[in-house]
């Protein structure tokens, strides 16, 4: 069975910090193309951070020098550092794979001015 498990979400004032946790089950993080995506309420989910199989990152220009894709091989999970958080960035993130293709069930962020 494949499971995606978001974790780390919570209120945070802007400017803060907060680190996102996706712990993986069923698939391998180092031989799969993972990723972070948002949904903002009444809004379109959006790609936030992408890595590949070999380590190769990709950012959405909005988060690109705030926001750090990692994973832990050891522990099948992947990350999601945000810096400098704006009220902007608020919303749903989900933990993502691609080929196969499986959704966590996200973990809310919200950025107070």
């Known amino acids: 069975q494949v499971q995606l498990v978001e974790s780390g979400g919570g209120l945070v004032q802007a400017g803060g910090s907060l680190r996102l946790s996706c712990a993986v089950s069923?698939?391998?993080?180092?031989?799969?193309?993972m990723g972070w995506y948002r949904q903002a309420a009444g809004k379109q989910r959006d790609l936030i951070a992408r890595?590949?199989?070999?380590?190769?990152?990709t950012y959405g220009d909005s988060v690109k020098g705030r926001f750090i894709i990692s994973r832990d091989n050891a522990k099948n999970m992947i990350y999601l550092q945000m810096n400098n958080l704006k009220p902007e960035d608020t919303a749903a993130y989900y933990c993502?794979?691609?080929?196969?293709?499986?959704w966590g069930q996200g973990t809310q962020v919200t950025v107070s001015s």
């Open positions: 993502n794979s691609l080929i196969p293709t499986y």
């Open positions: 069923g698939i391998s993080v180092m031989f799969n193309r």
């Open positions: 890595m590949t199989s070999n380590g190769i990152t």
